[in-house]
Nanobody, 113 residues
Framework: QVQLVESGGGLVQPGGSLRLSCVAS????????MGWYRQAPGKQREMVAT??????INYADAAKDRFTISRNARNTLYLQMNRLTPEDTAVYYC????????WGQGTQVTVSS
């Protein structure tokens, strides 16, 4: 059984930065997809950035040139977010496909002055 735990969210001023982490427990031997998603109040969940085990990366238009997805050699997925705006306010979720789909519980990011 795999569990995903996100951290790193919080309150930040416009123009600031945050780094989100997603730690996966359990075996990752069947890992074939990793990604970050977000859901703002009243909106549908949307893709932010994805990464294949081979390193292919895809960003949503809103994330290009500001956000960076990466992973370490073990079990942690990251999302570095720079130049944050109030429109980035949302709950951010980590998703991995390891045989089946797994989601973390989410971490709140609030961008406000």
């Amino acid at each position: 059984q795999v569990q995903l735990v996100e951290s790193g969210g919080g309150l930040v001023q416009p123009g600031g930065s945050l780094r989100l982490s997603c730690v996966a427990s359990g075996s990752l031997s069947m890992l074939n997809y990793m990604g970050w998603y977000r859901q703002a109040p009243g909106k549908q969940r949307e893709m932010v950035a994805t990464m294949s085990p081979g390193g292919h990366i895809n960003y949503a238009d809103a994330a290009k040139d500001r956000f960076t997805i990466s992973r370490n050699a073990r079990n942690t997925l990251y999302l570095q977010m720079n130049r944050l705006t109030p429109e980035d306010t949302a709950v951010y979720y980590c998703k991995m496909i390891i045989g089946r789909e797994y989601w973390g519980q989410g971490t709140q990011v609030t961008v406000s002055s």
